[in-house]
């Protein structure tokens, strides 16, 4: 997210992008958008710095107008920043978006735009800089909880490292009793190869190591060393619809695990309560795969879910929903799924309430 702070006088008549953003915004922006100096703008706000593309790239348009149109408390800012929609129409505030999307030189960062809600199980494009905590509730005999701690880390415009260190709680294949474990570590690497937002397309390459770390003995982990590589792509739709699709194998180093391919798509929109408001986003997920040895069935689940914002930034994240077994049911009962997410870039966990 961001933080802005206009200049609080007459604005220019003018359709001029630049031209608007000088009479505007540069009095504490500063003319480059890296904003002016202390002595010049009379307070102690620290501004954010358009020409910083690891920034200003992250969020999508709407966010930027929502602090511009109703101040920055309305994403927990500082009420420096103060509300300009009784100041600036809607196409003034774009006309000065565009002005400050050109601060930013390099076209390799992937636009927030691309950045939409995050689906259960299918690898999102974007890459990301977050913490999810999930839990997922198995219905079957196995009684399973598991917990999963997913680390995510973006290192320049385009590459991402990601770890996943799941824990488990489920009732022993051998003597039934319940028993405590870590299941498999996931080691993973994505890289945004292609992002357009002119056509609304963007497509990452992606792989992961699945490391044989689980006690198996326990019901715990595949007892063998899985690698996994993935295609994932993102296509943005009309009033803030989208569709995400990921196809991925899985191919078994050692141990019995047998090799899998896999498609996962999911399609969701985004409401908001008024204008500005907390966001809600309604997906539907499906997911379908199958072993590679000839004769073996398809899998396909449903997973209807919900996300929504908890805080007032909206960087903090809960999803509830269901895994439902569709086809190839044996053995398969519906799992219960939710997490909480926190894309730690736009601030502490306690910020932004």
Not at 27 to 46: I, K, N, T
Not at 317 to 335: A, I
């Amino acid at each position: 997210m961001l933080v802005l702070a206009f200049a609080g006088h007459a604005l220019a008549d003018t359709d001029d992008d630049a031209a608007l953003y000088e009479s505007a915004c540069a009095a504490c922006h500063g003319s480059d958008g890296r904003g002016q100096p202390l002595e010049d703008r009379g307070f102690e706000l620290e501004l954010p710095d358009f020409t910083d593309c690891e920034f200003a790239s992250r969020e999508p348009d709407p966010d930027w107008h929502a602090v511009i149109h109703e101040g920055g408390p309305v994403r927990a800012f500082d009420r420096m920043m103060p509300a300009f929609g009784d100041a600036l129409t809607d196409d003034e505030i774009y006309s000065i978006l565009r002005h400050v999307r050109t601060f930013c030189t390099n076209d390799d960062w992937p636009r927030g735009e691309f950045n939409v809600p995050r689906p259960f199980f299918t690898e999102k494009a974007f890459p990301e800089d977050e913490t999810v905590y999930t839990l997922a509730v198995d219905t079957d005999d196995s009684d399973a909880v598991t917990f999963e701690l997913l680390y995510e880390k973006r290192f320049g415009p385009r590459g991402m490292v990601e770890i996943s260190a799941p824990v488990g709680n489920r009732n022993s294949p051998l003597d039934g009793d319940a028993n405590f474990g870590f299941e498999d570590i996931a080691v993973g690497y994505k890289y945004a190869l292609y992002h357009n937002l002119e056509t609304g397309n963007a497509f990452s390459l992606g792989g992961e190591v699945i490391l044989s770390t689980g006690e198996v003995e326990d019901g715990f982990g595949s007892d063998s060393t899985i690698v996994e590589v993935y295609g994932a792509y993102v296509r943005l739709l009309p009033s803030d619809g989208f569709f995400q699709t990921q196809v991925l194998g899985e191919f078994a180093v050692d141990g019995p695990a047998e090799d899998e391919v896999a498609v996962r798509a999911v399609l969701g929109k985004t409401f908001t309560e008024g204008e500005f408001g907390r966001a809600w986003s309604p997906m539907l997920e499906v997911l379908a795969s199958r072993e590679t040895d000839s004769g073996s069935d398809t899998s396909v689940d449903l997973v209807p879910q919900l996300q929504v914002a908890l805080n007032t930034r909206q960087h903090i994240l809960l999803n509830v929903g269901v895994r439902v077994p569709v086809s190839n049911k044996q053995d398969r009962e519906p799992q219960f799924v939710v997490y909480l997410l926190w894309d730690w870039f736009d601030g502490a966990f306690r910020d932004g309430w």
